[in-house]
């Protein structure tokens, strides 16, 4: 249940079973957040450079946002050591099993050494919420970033998994195994675009967000195969304001960090009402909004 091109689809989006929308938030509180080390090209030059409260005032402002809209933000304290924590969409990747109903987190397996001793933390609260917790296989050793690269289709049981910088294509076999999902398989290659999350941010059930080009013609074709809306931000606003780290939990809002005008006209176009937030302090680090959170149900 692995697709890799157009010519392996064999089915229609509307065919595949419904997953429910998610109504919780998960957030790290910022209170170690910093640039400590370099481990992806947004990071070059900002060692030590964040402003804590700018930090902290930004932070807050995109948990209002997600408070605003009605939903529930739970928080996991930032651990001292762990500067990247407060990214908690990379830890896990939270699933609904559309066979038993039961609920859990595939726990990743990152990339990075500094960045390893996170998910422990995150296991500790999904159980504390009755989640079941997996773990990637240990006997095939194989990096996996949780919902940097794997992310849900809106409303179906499909997962987007981008792999080539911080997550194996090998563990979509496990993924797509033990839940009965197919998984559309997106090449990245270019470092700005470590993480799937940094250039395609899938709106609703219809539309697609992304930056073409961090995709090759294979990934490109698969968007237009089962999107029937594909929006295309432009490159500035892609690799240095995060335009496709924008974050639509509800299919109508867009959480978008501030200043990408033209794709933010894009999206009024496309019919979606665009929020507007400052996320510069993390953009230092190689996030942005959809980085700061993550769903679950």
């Known amino acids: ?45 900002n060692l030590g450079t964040v402003d804590a409260k700018a930090a902290m005032r930004q932070w807050e402002s995109v948990k209002s946002t997600y408070s ?9 304290s930032g651990q001292a050591g762990l500067p990247d924590m407060v990214f908690c969409a990379n830890q896990t990747l939270p699933y609904l099993d559309h066979r038993t109903g039961v609920r859990g987190v595939f726990l990743s397996n990152m990339y990075a050494d500094e960045r390893s001793a996170e998910v422990d933390f995150y296991a500790q609260f999904f159980r504390g919420e009755g989640y079941e917790t997996r773990a990637i296989r240990a006997n095939i050793e194989r990096k996996f970033e949780g919902m940097g690269d794997a992310i849900w289709h809106p409303g179906k049981q499909l997962l987007w998994g981008g792999f080539g910088f911080r997550t194996d ?18 090449y990245l290659d270019d470092p ?23 995709f090759e013609p294979d990934g490109l074709a698969l968007f237009r195969r089962l999107f029937a809306r594909v929006l295309e931000a432009p490159e500035d606003e892609s690799r240095s304001l995060f335009a496709c780290n924008a974050h639509c939990p509800d299919s109508r809002h867009v959480i978008i960090q501030k200043g990408c005008s033209r794709t ?34």
Not at 68 to 76: F, I, N, P, S
Not at 169 to 186: A, G, K, N, R, W
Request: net charge negative; aromatic share 10%.
């Open 1 to 45: 249940m692995l697709y890799r091109s157009v010519q392996d689809i064999d089915f229609e989006i509307s065919e595949l079973p419904r997953l429910p929308t998610p109504s919780r938030v998960l957030m790290t509180t910022p209170d170690h957040f910093d640039v400590q080390y370099v481990i992806n090209p947004h990071m070059a030059g």
């Open 264 to 297: 933010n006209a894009l999206l009024r176009d496309a019919g979606f009402e665009t929020i507007e937030v400052e996320t510069d302090e993390y953009l230092k680090a190689g996030g942005s909004v959809f980085c700061m959170k993550q769903m679950f149900w």
């Open 169 to 186: 294509e090998e563990v979509y076999h496990q993924i797509s195994d033990t839940l009965d999902v197919p998984v559309v398989l997106l």
């Open 68 to 76: 605003d809209m009605g939903l529930d933000v739970q928080t996991v």
């Open 192 to 214: 700005d675009f470590y993480h799937l999350d940094t250039c395609l941010s899938v709106l609703d059930e219809r539309t697609a967000l992304i930056f073409p080009g961090a």
